[in-house]
């Protein structure tokens, strides 16, 4: 079965601080894709990035950057010089393959908030 | 372009009764999933529909749920004799089969709750 665990419940940090947000999972998949997504106080989910399993490069985009270690099954999430704006639930989830279509498996989510 | 889109936002019903939500997909997006995220909590798969294939129920909690889906366009997910527990936000979300085809983008979901 897939699994997907975000340990940190809840995060606080003060504007311009760099904040990381660890996911780890667990799946028998030899390929799969990993997806980040934000979670405003809207509650629409925004996608931020995919990554497949065959590539473990890191990879950043402005102030977002992700770190990808099949290792230790993990794919954690850093965001620098945090922001007000940055507030907001995140999710780490894991596609399957299969019958499902790339259903998604959703860790429980990371509430992050930056205070001015 | 235009991103999925779900109605109504928010819907307050009383235990027992039916209820009908709906879902949008972005044009030319096959496939469509149902999600539900109860408060505090991360999503949970309900339902996936691909083109004309038989769909994927395999995440519906009771029989009391049930979704259609017409052809490669709207969908409607059905809640019957509603309990207090089915009160969650329903998301659905639609993926292509082209292009970045992993990726699949959400609506911003019904608010759901039963009194």
């Known amino acids: 079965a897939q699994k997907v665990t975000q340990a940190q419940t809840e995060i606080s940090v003060v504007e311009k601080e760099d904040v990381t947000l660890d996911c780890v999972y667990e799946t028998r998949d030899t390929t799969y894709y990993l997806f980040w997504y934000k979670q405003p106080p809207s509650g629409e989910l925004v996608f931020l990035i995919r990554r497949n399993s065959f590539d473990e490069q890191n990879e950043i985009s402005g102030r977002y950057s992700w770190n990808f270690q099949k290792s230790t099954s993990s794919f954690n999430f850093t965001i620098t010089a945090s922001q007000v704006v940055d507030s907001a639930v995140y999710f780490c989830a894991l596609s399957e393959s299969g019958r499902s279509g790339s259903r998604l498996t959703f860790g429980e989510g990371t509430q992050l908030t930056v205070n001015p | 372009g235009a991103g999925v889109s779900q109605s109504p936002s928010n819907k307050v019903t009383e235990k027992g009764k039916d209820v009908e939500l709906r879902c949008d997909p972005i044009s030319g997006h096959t496939a469509l999933y149902w999600y539900r995220q109860r408060l505090g909590q991360g999503l949970e798969f309900l339902i996936y529909?691909?083109?004309?294939?038989?769909?994927?129920k395999s995440g519906l909690p009771s029989d009391r749920f049930s979704a259609e889906r017409t052809g490669e366009s709207v969908s409607t997910l059905t809640i019957q004799r509603t309990q207090q527990e089915d009160s969650a936000v329903y998301l659905c979300?639609?993926?292509?089969?082209?292009?970045?085809?992993?990726?699949?983008?959400f609506g911003p979901g019904t608010r759901l709750l039963v009194l």
């Open positions: 979300a639609s993926r292509s089969t082209s292009g970045s085809r992993e990726t699949q983008y």
């Open positions: 529909f691909q083109g004309n294939s038989a769909p994927d």
